[in-house]
């Protein structure tokens, strides 16, 4: 089975800093995907980035970047200069890509930019 | 862009009703998923569908059951509702195989009353 961990429940960062949420996962499998999504507060889930397990470099996708470290089982999403617009939940997920195509999800952290 | 359209924003409901909440993709995907969010908890999986008429049990389907006569509709059915159902319900789709991202609908906000 598989297991994502997101500890943080809330951040509050002031705008522009960088931030970075954490998430870890356990799985026995050694093809996976892991995944991160925002939920703003109007409900919709948005992908953001996505990395394999046998990837080399770590994923990114504008301001978004996926920090990967596979020994440590952690896949940290990390958004440069935020914007207020980046309040929102995030929730870290993965799949097993050679099973069924159900995604696990962690619990997710509510990050909100400060003005 | 994919599209996934679920069929109310919100909805309230009597318990012991049967209740319908349908999901729509208009991109030929061939998984179609069901989940409830719930503050604390996540996502979780009810139902998933890899194809017209299949169907399989996520982590918590017991109280719902699912319909996929057509390729690009699934239907999430509480047979009947109870006050514990009452949560936010998301749709989602994606093709096979698995790397690609599940798009996901607005969410449902059912009130079981």
């Known amino acids: 089975a598989q297991k994502i961990t997101q500890t943080q429940p809330g951040m509050f960062v002031q705008e522009k800093e960088a931030v970075t949420l954490d998430c870890t996962y356990d799985?026995?499998?050694?093809?996976?995907?892991l995944f991160w999504y925002k939920q703003p507060s109007s409900g919709e889930m948005i992908f953001l980035i996505y990395?394999?397990?046998?990837?080399?470099q770590n994923a990114t996708e504008g301001r978004y970047s996926l920090n990967f470290q596979k020994a440590r089982k952690s896949a940290n999403l990390v958004i440069s200069a935020s914007q207020l617009g980046d309040s929102a939940m995030y929730f870290c997920?993965?799949?097993?890509?050679?099973?069924?195509?159900?995604?696990?999800f962690g619990t997710g952290t509510r990050l909100t930019i400060i003005p | 862009d994919v599209k996934v359209t679920q069929s109310s924003r919100y909805l309230v409901k009597r318990t012991g009703e049967k209740v319908f909440l349908e999901c729509v993709q208009d991109?030929?995907?061939?998984?179609m998923f069901w989940y409830r969010q719930d503050p604390g908890l996540g996502l979780r999986l009810i139902y998933f569908?890899?194809?017209?008429?299949?169907?399989e049990k996520g982590d918590i389907p017991e109280g719902y059951s699912v319909s996929r006569e057509k390729k690009e509709r699934f239907s999430l059915i509480l047979e009947s509702a109870s006050t514990n159902q009452t949560s936010m319900y998301l749709c989602?789709?994606?093709?096979?195989?698995?790397?690609?991202?599940?798009?996901f609908g607005d969410g449902t906000r059912l009130s079981i009353l």
């Open positions: 799985t026995s499998d050694p093809s996976y995907g």
């Open positions: 991109m030929d995907h061939e998984n």
């Open positions: 989602a789709s994606s093709p096979a195989p698995g790397d690609q991202p599940q798009h």
């Open positions: 997920a993965m799949r097993v890509l050679f099973g069924n195509e159900k995604l696990t």
């Open positions: 990395q394999g397990s046998y990837d080399q």
């Open positions: 569908s890899y194809d017209v008429k299949m169907k």
